[in-house]
């Protein structure tokens, strides 16, 4: 099947300082990314939906400016947690939707900000 | 707005047994997809299985295979001869049809945790 492909897998940054997630699809062309957030025992929750070329489309009460993402190419969406804190640690997962089936996700990336 | 709920948090299973995950959903649309998710430990979401609300046929993926009621809004998913490989979180997800201008969204339900005892 498609693979999506999220870098890095695991992550500790210092408080304030910023992460960038990387998500592309490696066999496939994705126009819509999407990027959630899942805490432990819980469901996905979403964040927002990348759309290449454009601005993403972020769900109520996710701060745009602290969660940014930019859709540069058909296979790569990125995520940067900007001016990070310790509540925005957190298990970070993006997927990406093959037009030929359906969506596909990356690893995770588990993101502790210390 | 559509949601998707998993009325149990946890199941267990023993071996080579069956075991029946419960899922119902709301929504006023009567074209949609729906889809069962499985998270292992390593936390990697893997599509089990998919069933298209249009198709009165329930789907079946091997050992996986659904019980689609649509006019109950129910969607379970039957697992058979359970292996300890089938240990996860499994997800209950509607999406809207894209074909007809639909968001791509998945909604998901809060999940299932299966135990799957030897």
């Known amino acids: 099947g498609a693979v999506v492909s999220q870098h890095p897998s695991r992550v500790i940054c210092k408080s304030g300082t910023s992460v960038k997630i990387e998500c592309r699809s490696l066999?496939?062309?994705?126009?819509?990314m999407f990027w959630y957030r899942q805490f432990p025992k819980q469901s996905l929750m979403l964040m927002a939906t990348?759309?290449?070329?454009?601005?993403?489309?972020?769900e109520q009460g996710v701060e745009k400016d602290k969660f940014l993402i930019n859709h540069a190419s058909l296979t790569l969406s990125t995520l940067t947690v900007t001016s990070a804190h310790p509540e925005d640690s957190s298990f970070y997962i993006c997927?990406?939707?093959?037009?030929?089936?359906?969506?596909?996700f990356g690893q995770g990336t588990r993101l502790t900000v210390v | 707005a559509q949601t998707v709920t998993q009325s149990q948090p946890e199941m267990s299973v023993q071996e080579a047994e069956t075991v029946t995950l419960s899922c119902t959903y709301d929504?006023?649309?009567?074209?949609?997809?729906l889809f069962w998710y499985k998270q292992p430990p390593s936390r990697q979401m893997i599509l089990v299985i998919r069933q298209e609300a249009y198709k009165q046929q329930n789907a079946t993926e091997n050992r996986f295979s659904v019980n689609f009621q649509k006019a109950a809004k129910s969607f379970s998913l039957k697992i058979s001869d359970s292996q300890l490989g089938d240990a996860a979180m499994y997800f209950c997800a509607y999406r809207q049809p894209i074909e007809r201008g639909g968001s791509e969204k998945l909604v998901f339900g809060k999940g299932t945790k299966l135990t799957v005892n030897p």
């Open positions: 990348s759309n290449e070329g454009s601005k993403a489309t972020y």
């Open positions: 066999d496939f062309q994705a126009t819509t």
């Open positions: 997927s990406a939707r093959d037009p030929l089936t359906e969506a596909f």
């Open positions: 929504t006023s649309e009567s074209d949609y997809y």
